[in-house]
């Protein structure tokens, strides 16, 4: 049976994290700026933030096999906290590598809310709704991507974002000031927020929820270990398709303001660029929506491979194109993005039993393509400009076609394996 207060608590959880993740793509050309920095280096504000996720799964997934979903949740909300309340010391600075130092906390907090509460969702319900009640979910958490930029951005991007040579023009003591007063501009946005993150962990604490293991996973006797999950092909390939999905995503948000001000493109200023990324998380928001109803009727597999190919043809347009339709082509990306997070999570944890907390594990350090995919992309970007650099994401989306229609598919042994009743999941308040 499902549990509704779970479910909308959980949620609220994704609508957080997803909006606390696209305030990087206001932070890009905001430290950029402050900073003076080319684009490879401001990618390091990605490759901070999705780093984490390599680095911090796996303990991550120790707390919760320990502590069980209900208090890793907990636990991820008040390392979050202190990660965006670090931001006032860094911006009082103001220092980059404080600011990333930040963004690696905050990021190791999301790490552990993503490796707890994906495949929590997932086990509040029956197995074969999984794939539409992961992407209602995401929904919410594309909700979050949608308002935060729209809200809390154009807090961050307050004053006019000037060029290099405009800085370059001050005297130092011009300078200084400049970059003090737009590093100031995050301090209360993130102590804001610090302060929500906290009193949501007091709620979920609070609130009773059932902390759910699987009964085998909780026994000593049994002991799986990161091998043993990746034998099973539809989860190493899933693993690498999280890693495309999400370095994909990421690499697009990450330089859709500073494309969308490019001259021949919208010529935008940041300021307002940023409230068009409203178009692109709200486009996943939407999908997710329809995602969800399609996949109570469609194969979501093909579902998947369907969206990755339109993905493809909008990144070619976007490449080949100028003005208003090379901007709204990549803008529309989001639309098509919407249902792949979750249905490659849940494709990829299909069948494995007392290895989901192991494989949810593996799936959530995989988004270190966050980190990288947006590094890549910056290089590229540095020597052939913005537009043609979105290459990079686009290899991306054709390795999520191949995966979605042969890789996600499970083996006969798993589907005979299958036919074998699983242990239900324990409950505890």
């Known amino acids: 049976m499902s549990n509704p207060a779970a479910i909308a608590v959980v949620s609220l959880i994704f609508f957080t994290w997803g909006g606390l993740t696209s305030l990087n793509d206001v932070l890009i050309p905001h430290l950029k700026a402050v900073f003076s920095m080319n684009y490879a280096q401001t990618m390091l504000i990605q490759f901070t933030f999705f780093g984490a996720y390599f680095l911090m799964s796996m303990p991550a997934g120790a707390v919760v096999a320990r502590v069980g979903y209900k208090a890793g949740i907990v636990i991820g909300l008040v390392i979050a906290a202190i990660g965006a309340a670090m931001f006032y010391p860094a911006a ?26 994906n495949p929590y969702i997932s086990l509040l319900g029956r197995p074969e709704t999984s794939h539409s009640r992961l992407n209602l979910a995401q929904a919410l958490n594309s909700l979050g991507t949608t308002v935060f930029p729209l809200l809390i951005g154009p807090l961050i991007l307050v004053g006019a974002v000037l060029g290099a040579d405009e800085i370059a023009a001050m005297g130092a003591a011009e ?26 962990a007091v709620f979920v604490l609070l609130m009773r929820i059932p902390s759910l293991r699987d009964s085998t996973e909780a026994s000593p006797a049994v002991h799986h270990t990161y091998l043993e999950a990746l034998r099973k092909p539809h989860l190493r390939w899933g693993v690498l398709g999280i890693f495309c999905y999400v370095g994909a995503e990421v690499a697009i948000g990450s330089f859709l303001i500073n494309y969308m001000a490019e001259p021949e493109i919208g010529g935008l200023s940041e300021a307002a660029a940023s409230r068009f990324l409203a178009f692109y998380w709200g486009g996943a928001m939407v999908g997710r929506f329809i995602g969800a109803a399609l996949m109570t009727k469609i194969d979501a597999r093909k579902l998947l491979g369907f969206a990755a190919g339109m993905v493809c043809l909008l990144l070619v347009v976007t490449m080949t194109t100028t003005g208003s339709v090379a901007m709204w082509s990549a803008l529309a990306v989001g639309l098509f993005n919407s249902i792949m997070f979750p249905t490659i999570f849940t494709t990829a944890i299909e069948r494995l039993g007392t290895l989901t907390s192991k494989a949810s594990s593996l799936l959530v350090m995989a988004i270190v393509g966050g980190a990288i995919i947006p590094l890549v992309q910056g290089a590229l970007a540095d020597r052939i400009g913005i537009q043609h650099a979105f290459v990079v994401p686009l290899v991306c989306y054709v390795y999520i076609i191949w995966y979605g229609l042969r890789g996600s598919r499970l083996s006969g042994a798993e589907l005979a394996a299958a036919a074998t009743p699983a242990p239900r999941p324990s409950a505890m308040h």
């Open 175 to 200: 300078q200084a000031a400049y970059r003090a007063a737009e590093a100031r501009s995050v301090e209360m946005p993130y102590l804001l927020l610090s302060g929500g993150l906290l009193l949501m």
């Open 92 to 117: 009082r600075l103001p220092s980059y590598p404080v600011f990333l130092t930040a963004l690696f906390v905050l990021a190791s907090g999301i790490t552990l809310l993503q490796v707890a509460a």
